[in-house]
C-alpha cells in the first residue's frame, strides 16, 4: 500500500567505516548516527484513548577493534556501545536506552571463527509509565561456528527489575540459537 494515508516513515544515517578495505593497516571500526521522524498518529502511555500525531529519536552506535591477535586475521576483540534518545516520553516506552559489550572473535585457541560475547541494555522507562523506572540486561553468549553453514549460540541472560517494576523479580533466561547458512 503505498497511498501514504496512515503516515511515513523519514530515516537518514550517517556512517564513517574505518580500516575497512583489504589491504588497511589500522584496526577495524564503525560509527553511525542516525535519526527517524514518523508522521502517523501514536497513543499516549498515560491514556491510550489519546493520540499525539508525530514521533522521532536518534540513535549513535559506535564499534571498534582494539585489539587483533595477528595482521593477518580479523580474530580479536571489539567493544561497541549504542545509545538511543526518543525524547516524546508521552508515546515512547523507553525514551532514553543505552546498551554496549565486548566481542571476542577466536578467543579459544583451535576455535578461530567462534565469538564470545557478553553485552548490557539499560532502558529508562517513561515517567508516564506509573510505578515503573529502568530495565536492566547482561547477556554472555558463546557463538560455535561448528561448520561453515551452521552455527549454534548458547546464550545466558539476567533481567534486573523486569518492565520497571519492583514487584517482578530478577530473572535467569537461558536460550540456545541455531543459525543456517544456505
Do not use: C
Not at 580479523?74 to 532514553?96: K, M, R, Y
Amino acid at each position: 500500500d503505498f497511498s501514504f494515508r496512515d503516515g511515513v516513515i523519514l530515516i537518514g544515517e550517517v556512517v564513517y567505516l574505518r580500516n575497512q578495505h583489504s589491504g588497511s593497516e589500522g584496526l577495524q571500526g564503525t560509527f553511525k548516527f542516525g535519526g527517524f521522524y514518523d508522521t502517523r498518529k501514536f497513543k499516549k502511555l498515560e491514556n491510550d484513548t489519546e493520540k499525539e500525531k508525530g514521533n522521532y529519536g536518534f540513535y549513535w552506535l559506535a564499534e571498534h577493534m582494539v585489539y587483533r591477535e595477528t595482521e593477518r586475521d580479523n580474530q580479536g576483540l571489539t567493544p561497541w556501545a549504542t545509545f538511543t534518545v526518543f525524547p516524546e516520553e508521552s508515546i515512547n516506552t523507553f525514551p532514553f536506552f543505552l546498551s554496549g559489550g565486548l566481542v571476542y572473535k577466536g578467543l579459544i585457541p583451535q576455535r578461530n571463527f567462534d565469538k564470545t560475547a557478553f553485552g548490557f541494555a539499560y532502558g529508562k522507562l517513561s515517567e508516564d509509565l506509573k510505578d515503573r523506572d529502568y530495565e536492566l540486561m547482561m547477556e554472555l553468549t558463546y557463538i560455535i561456528q561448528a561448520t561453515p553453514w551452521l552455527k549454534v549460540q548458547p546464550d545466558m541472560q539476567w533481567i534486573v527489575h523486569p518492565g520497571g517494576r519492583n514487584e517482578i523479580p530478577n530473572a535467569v533466561v537461558l536460550g540456545v540459537q541455531l543459525g543456517v547458512d544456505l
